[in-house]
């Protein structure tokens, strides 16, 4: 007899470990949510045909991995070095860089598998709690950076994404075009993108991992007649209220022994009055995730992409796998995206019936789900109000966003009848996710809209994520072969931070040296050094840690990895001048 999944713990435990829900008014969302991710999570221990558990951070994991990605890599090399219309030069580019990204990535994978011994985990441990402040290593230099906005700046942020959106200037106008980079919002989303970081999904896999040990020859279950079998075992699982409260707390300690996780978000989402639920987890059970935020009663909703795990070694692949696939599937009129980003959204193939059903595309279920949340909420405004969506993401987290952003703006059928209204997009640390003819058909579709929409590329310093990695595409005046495989490009205007009262820079292909492109706030310039004056008072620490971030980022080389931690982009938000950018040509 199949199991009711509603009649079980499980859809309830994997919903209370995972999120924090503060908005009474969600009830559909949150019922329809549950579901999905129950069989979002049963369907990742789906493995080639087989139901087995996968937990992500064991000592072996990261092996499969690095060997599927050696043969897909050199595979590709022996398939161009037999096609004939490959110019010699761009394939000796393609191996020389393979060589250097299968060298990187072996020692990626070593240390990976250092960091996931229980020794090295546990001096980490001690470490963050002493001085890190239960942070993980992304945030580990800022430990007050959730502690640091202050009333008003949550309350600025909150109006601005509340504003309904411009309409694009009338065809034929002779005003010049203007766009706005809200530094209010800004601040907000950069938090939002470094406190997905503190998110563990442990519990929820060590409890599959059990459950399908207990069942089932060597914790494999065939697919078939013994799928529902594995899934009955799975779900009556957490009809043990012991065991669900076993998982709760499993959930809370995640990483760390007492705050990293739940708590840590769960303090972030009561100091800024917002509700926040994982919503996919893209086709991988490693860290890198899509989930929402939205304030109760409010009309908007950010979605936000984690980026790239520390120790997580599938999203190092993610990142590596450069290798450029045509989009003309899911982003139809667009050209090329790169294949490591493109596989966490968009799976190139789904290997089973039970993943097509759980697992599908990462971006149906993302689409779905802000479907019935904006549904939920618009109940709560007035007739007629619409509800804006964001995006935003640090690292890995940008190209996920960036591609669910442009998936968003160009294809108007997906929101059809829904109240959801397609807003900006803020991305911190941004990689290249395409070839030049990609961004340059981004350019037309976000212009041809009929609102105003721009996706931000916020840059600190020389990250060398965001401007370290080969983007010959991003210089429009360089002619390239249609095989160069350096030729990636960037999408959006990118915001090159400056102190004040130096005015910052934007660039890229977006916007040209006659858009005015303004930095704003509700607040002065005064005011944002007054309020700053007042964080770095209030937690004397972190000034030391301000001044221990400048030091780091002026380091050769090292200081351009530093430069890419979210943190350091915060503090590089909260020294901004609200003035008029100037535009500087390329890179």
């Known amino acids: 007899m199949a199991t009711d999944l509603e009649q079980t713990g499980f859809p309830q435990a994997v919903q209370d470990v995972e999120s924090v829900i503060q908005d009474p008014s969600v009830d559909n969302f949150r019922k329809e949510l549950k579901e999905a991710r129950h069989k979002e999570i049963v369907a990742l221990t789906s493995v080639f045909g087989t139901v087995s558990a996968r937990f992500p951070s064991t000592f072996f994991s990261p092996i499969p991995a690095y060997a599927r990605y050696l043969w897909a890599t ?100 002779t005003d010049p075009v203007i766009r706005e980079f809200n530094l209010d919002i800004a601040k907000l989303l950069v938090q939002i993108s470094a406190i997905v970081y503190e998110r563990k999904s442990d519990a929820i896999y060590e409890t599959v991992e059990k459950t399908a040990k207990s069942h089932g020859d060597k914790s494999k279950l065939k697919v078939g007649a013994n799928v529902q079998q594995f899934r009955d075992a799975l779900t009556s699982a957490f009809t043990d209220d012991t065991l669900i409260r076993d998982v709760a707390k499993l959930g809370k300690l995640g990483f760390n022994k007492h705050q990293w996780g739940t708590d840590v978000i769960g303090d972030f989402c009561k100091k800024t009055g917002l509700s926040y639920v994982p919503v996919s987890e893209l086709n991988s059970s490693t860290s890198a995730f899509c989930s929402f935020f939205w304030k109760t009663g409010g009309n908007w909703i950010v979605v936000a992409f984690k980026g790239t795990g520390p120790t997580d070694y599938p999203d190092y692949v993610a990142d590596l796998t450069t290798r450029m696939v045509h989009a003309d599937e899911f982003l139809p009129t667009f050209s090329q995206v790169i294949k490591g980003f493109k596989d966490r959204i968009w799976p190139s193939k789904l290997q089973s019936i039970l993943e097509i059903e759980g697992r599908k595309q990462s971006w149906e279920q993302i689409r779905k789900m802000l479907i019935l949340l904006a549904n939920d909420l618009v109940k709560q405004q007035p007739a007629g109000e619409k509800i804006n969506v964001w995006f935003t993401g640090h690292s890995l987290g940008c190209a996920l966003a960036g591609l669910a952003y442009t998936r968003s703006i160009s294809s108007s059928e997906d929101f059809a009848g829904s109240p959801i209204v397609v807003r900006d997009a803020y991305v911190f640390g941004a990689p290249v996710i395409g070839n030049r003819p990609t961004s340059q058909r981004f350019n037309i579709v976000i212009s041809k809209g009929e609102e105003v929409k721009t996706l931000w590329r916020v840059t600190n310093h020389n990250d060398i994520v965001a401007t370290g990695l080969p983007q010959l595409g991003d210089k429009p005046d360089l002619e390239l072969t249609t095989t160069n495989p350096l030729g990636f490009a960037h999408i959006g205007a990118e915001i090159k931070m400056l102190d004040y009262p130096t005015p910052s820079q934007f660039a890229g292909t977006l916007y040209n040296r006659d858009t005015i492109v303004r930095v704003t706030s509700k607040f002065s310039t005064e005011d944002l050094k007054e309020q700053r004056e007042r964080q770095l008072a209030v937690h004397p620490d972190w000034k030391r840690r301000v001044g221990l971030g400048d030091f780091v980022q002026k380091i050769p080389l090292a200081g351009r990895l530093f430069a890419h931690l979210a943190g350091l982009y915060w503090n590089q938000l909260a020294v901004m001048a609200p003035v008029q950018c100037i535009w500087v040509k390329g890179y």
């Open 74 to 173: 050199w595979t590709n090399i022996a398939y161009v070095a037999s096609t004939l219309d490959t110019p010699f030069l761009d394939w000796l580019t393609l191996t020389l860089t393979a060589l250097l990204t299968s060298v990187f990535l072996g020692w990626a994978l070593l240390w990976c598998q250092f960091a996931s011994l229980p020794p090295v985990q546990w001096i980490y441990w001690l470490w963050s709690e002493k001085f890190g402040g239960d942070l993980g290593l992304v945030n580990f230099l800022t430990p007050n950076l959730f502690k640091t906005l202050l009333p008003e700046q949550i309350a600025a942020a909150d109006d601005s994404l509340s504003v309904p959106s411009e309409s694009h200037v009338p065809t034929g106008s």
